[in-house]
């Protein structure tokens, strides 16, 4: 039997109402099979938390707490935007982490994430095999925007879909109830730079009788066009909702919402897509609108998760674990879907160098010809993703979410320079 060694999680990039499900999955796998695996340690704030060896004793918590991590919403140990560069790059940072695991007997590095996350779990991986480190580097699939490729569906994206549908169906209601003296125009902003499978998700509600108009990141947005579309929807319903992607953008590639400034992986800063679309309605229409940006509210909304996404959320965590123990290294379980009605899926798996800096925008046949809408085949492919309720339990007329001890490790390296 192989000797037993210690496991790393850590979660990066933005958080989702279920990332800690996937954390309670592994926690709670890792645990069933101490046999084989010692201490679960975390990263506080994600790959920082590893760099800087400041890294938390998930053992120190108990058991109802961890299950506790799978109702509760953002990150349980922090998380960053913190991109690792090139090996060749930046080879001391890639080092260090191997210095690091080292120091703590760390023979599994779990790390749930996007696809800059898949992208920095290969290449640990990589450079573990060329300094002779034994590692096995497993990626926990985990991103709002479901841009992620191979798997059917990204956890944290069922949640966000199901949030977005029913606050568009519900703002929608209130605005149907004031066209005739007041507000004719909704306008939502949702999250998805390069994919539209967020916005997407407010079409859904044009199967309860509601005029919608989507606006992608997948599709050059033509203002004459737009303007038209929602003044026919009016004219026809005397109201319409408008769901615009963050993404969304002019023909010559500059966005909507672009606001001058960069992320910290050096993406474009975005925000603001919902008030200019607005803008356009009321100066070449006329109407009076009501606009929103969803922002957090929409990946933070662990009172309204998908049932299902939660499920897959635990079982990618789970999952990871058991690829580990298989022996499998620098891949990601993924979900698979075997049948929309009944909905079933299977969990596989992916080698990270097809996941990494890969990403999945919506298809075109998901895409209505005029690109405002959904399609029914887009519409089959959503329910299912969004079904089903798993509400925190209540006290006091709020949700009772956990917040963990986070004992830290104590250090055995010098302090690293992280600039």
């Known amino acids: 039997?192989?000797?037993?060694?210690?496991?790393?999680?850590?979660?990066?990039?933005?958080?989702?109402?279920?990332?800690?499900?996937?954390?309670?999955?592994?926690?709670?796998?890792?645990r069933a099979n101490k046999d084989r695996i010692g201490k679960v340690y975390a990263g506080r704030n994600g790959i920082l938390g590893a760099l800087?060896?400041?890294?938390?004793?998930?053992?120190?918590?108990?058991?109802?707490?961890?299950?506790?991590?799978?109702?509760?919403?953002?990150?349980?140990?922090?998380?960053?935007?913190?991109?690792?560069?090139?090996?060749?790059?930046?080879?001391?940072?890639y080092e260090r982490l191997i210095e690091v695991f080292r120091a703590h007997d760390i023979g599994y590095f779990f790390y749930n994430g996007g696809g800059d996350s898949a992208d920095t779990c290969f290449k640990v991986s990589q450079l573990s095999a060329t300094m002779g480190y034994p590692l096995q580097a497993i990626h926990v699939p985990k991103t709002v925007d479901n841009d992620l490729p191979i798997t059917d569906?990204?956890?944290?994206?069922g949640s966000v879909a199901k949030y977005v549908a029913v606050s568009a169906l519900e703002a929608s209601f209130d605005v149907r109830s004031m066209a005739k003296t007041s507000t004719k125009v909704f306008v939502m902003e949702v999250m998805g730079r390069h994919a539209g499978w967020i916005a997407a998700a407010g079409g859904l509600v044009e199967d309860e009788g509601i005029p919608v108009v989507i606006l992608f990141p997948e599709v050059e947005f033509d203002q004459k066009k737009f303007t038209a579309r929602v003044e026919a929807l009016v004219k026809k319903h005397g109201f319409c909702t408008v769901v615009v992607s963050e993404g969304c953008h002019n023909a010559d590639g500059t966005f909507l919402a672009e606001q001058g400034t960069k992320d910290a992986f050096g993406h474009a800063q975005l925000g603001g897509a919902a008030p200019v679309v607005a803008g356009m309605v009321k100066d070449a229409l006329g109407y009076k609108?009501?606009?929103?940006?969803?922002?957090?509210?929409?990946?933070?909304?662990?009172?309204?998760?998908?049932?299902?996404?939660?499920?897959?959320?635990?079982?990618?965590g789970a999952a990871a674990v058991k690829l580990a123990l298989k022996g499998h290294n620098s891949v990601m379980p993924t979900i698979e879907r075997t049948s929309d009605s009944p909905y079933r899926y299977r969990i596989g798996m992916a080698p990270l160098d097809q996941v990494a800096n890969v990403e999945k925008p919506m298809p075109r046949k998901f895409i209505t010809a005029d690109g405002f809408g959904i399609t029914e085949a887009c519409k089959r492919y959503l329910r299912p993703l969004i079904q089903g309720e798993d509400a925190p339990k209540y006290r006091n007329g709020l949700p009772v979410y956990a917040t963990l001890k986070n004992v830290p490790v104590p250090r055995k390296l010098p302090a690293f320079d992280m600039r």
């Open 1 to 30: 039997m192989a000797a037993k060694r210690n496991a790393f999680y850590a979660q990066s990039g933005g958080v989702t109402a279920v990332i800690n499900a996937s954390a309670c999955g592994v926690i709670e796998t890792a």
């Open 52 to 93: 800087a060896e400041d890294l938390i004793d998930t053992g120190k918590e108990s058991a109802s707490a961890i299950a506790m991590l799978r109702s509760t919403p953002s990150g349980a140990f922090g998380s960053c935007r913190y991109k690792l560069k090139s090996l060749e790059a930046n080879r001391r940072e």
């Open 153 to 157: 569906c990204c956890p944290g994206f």
């Open 289 to 316: 609108f009501h606009w929103a940006v969803a922002d957090y509210l929409q990946r933070a909304a662990r009172h309204i998760a998908s049932a299902t996404d939660v499920k897959q959320a635990y079982e990618v």
